[in-house]
């Protein structure tokens, strides 16, 4: 029950805060959105490796929060990465299955290698 509406934080912009002329439905959407908010960050500062944990700058909303790391943080597979680029530069026409089979088969894993970047 906890966990419903978790990414409602992620989903929605922040609304504004509630004043004493807000409905109740403001203030109940506001109440929602700021619990999903909390929650949020703490499932990712809960499940996120220590030592990048310590190098994140404290945010307030969850959203900040995942722009930072897509920033700043991005995965390489270097192996994967290295076999495409191998693929790339040492297949060679095998003669049976003509031209054009070859340059989409190398087209392929240049793409595949961009994608990792």
């Known amino acids: 029950m906890t966990l419903q509406n978790l990414d409602l934080a992620l989903r929605v912009d922040e609304p504004s805060k509630p004043t004493n002329e ?3 439905d403001e203030r109940s959407f506001y ?9 949020c960050l703490t499932v990712m500062r809960y499940t996120m490796d ?6 994140m700058p404290k945010t307030e909303r969850a959203k ?3 722009e930072y790391v897509k920033a700043n943080y991005t995965k390489v ?5 290295a076999t495409h680029l191998k693929l790339l530069t040492t297949t060679v026409s095998d003669g049976v299955s003509g031209v054009r089979d070859h340059i989409i088969k190398l087209r ?8 990792i970047l």
Do not use: G, P
């Open 22 to 24: 807000s409905s109740t």
């Open 77 to 81: 597979d270097k192996a994967e990465m």
């Open 108 to 115: 392929h894993y240049f793409n595949k290698a961009n994608e």
């Open 31 to 39: 109440e929602r959105w700021e619990h999903s908010n909390r929650s």
């Open 64 to 66: 900040d929060f995942l």
């Open 50 to 55: 220590k030592f990048i944990k310590e190098c």
